[in-house]
């Protein structure tokens, strides 16, 4: 089945440090890739996505290429806020497999910024 | 307006009430989620309502019955519950096509005493 492997926690960093959480991912078929974002005591929210091979995802200066060949999905970003201060999670969908719709999620990273 | 809402924020419940979670979208999403998720840990897919027919129901016990009304509106009844069963649980919708992102609600911490 599919799987989804993120690199283990907790990561932290100084403010305007570069960030690097890597994801990696097992598909029968050809997924979509995502990166959710949960604060504290909230709900998930989606950070990017990439839908094909070679995109790049880009929201709030986070940034995530979609890596067929190394089936990876690393999120980046260039200078951390302790607003960043969050746990990210990777996950994936398979849009043709039969369980369309349903998404598979790492097991999250936390991240700490100190300012 | 990408908003999914919850009600209630909070709940507490004894083991022999009966309870119900609300959950509504109003951005035209066909596929409809609940998680339950415990501290520290990533969502567990519960169920999926697509097209407003329960379309994956991924072994809950029965004490949990989700219902879905219309296409905006999804409803978790809870009778009968577990300590264990103390968790955040969250509502999320999608499309129903495409890449099926989803979009979350804020969640129900649930405690069972």
Same mark, same amino acid.
């Given at each position: 089945g599919d799987s989804v492997t993120q690199m283990e926690g907790p990561v932290t960093l100084s403010e305007e440090a570069f960030l690097t959480i890597n994801c990696t991912y097992t598909a029968t078929g050809y997924p979509s890739l995502f990166w959710y974002v949960q604060y504290p005591g909230e709900g998930?929210?989606?950070?990017? &996505?990439?839908?094909? !091979?070679?995109?790049?995802?880009?929201? &709030?200066?986070?940034? !995530?290429t979609y890596r067929k060949e190394t089936t990876s999905f690393h999120l980046e970003k260039g200078s951390v806020q302790v607003s960043d201060s969050a746990v990210y999670f990777c996950a994936l969908s398979d849009r043709y497999s039969v369980n369309a719709g349903k998404s598979?999620?790492?097991?999250g990273t936390t991240l700490t910024v100190k300012p | 307006d990408t908003e999914v809402t919850q009600t209630p924020k909070h709940?507490?419940?004894?083991?022999?009430?009966?309870?119900?979670?609300?959950?509504?979208?109003?951005?035209?999403?066909r596929a409809m989620y609940w998680y339950k998720q415990k501290a520290k840990k990533p969502p567990e897919l519960m169920f999926v309502y697509s097209y407003e027919k329960l379309s994956i129901n991924e072994?809950?016990?029965?004490?949990?019955?989700?219902?879905?009304?219309?296409?905006?509106?999804?409803?978790?009844?809870?009778?009968a519950l577990q300590p264990e069963d103390s968790a955040l649980y969250l509502?999320?919708?999608?499309?129903?096509?495409?890449?099926?992102?989803?979009?979350?609600?804020?969640?129900?911490?649930?405690t069972v005493t």
């Open positions: 998930l929210q989606l950070l990017l &996505k990439a839908t094909k !091979a070679d995109d790049k995802g880009s929201n &709030k200066g986070f940034e !995530a598979t999620f790492g097991d | 709940l507490v419940m004894g083991m022999t009430n009966k309870k119900s979670l609300k959950c509504e979208q109003h951005m035209g999403h072994s809950v016990p029965s004490r949990f019955s989700p219902e879905c009304p219309n296409s905006s509106l999804l409803n978790l009844h809870l009778h509502c999320a919708s999608s499309s129903g096509t495409g890449n099926y992102e989803q979009y979350f609600g804020p969640g129900t911490r649930l």
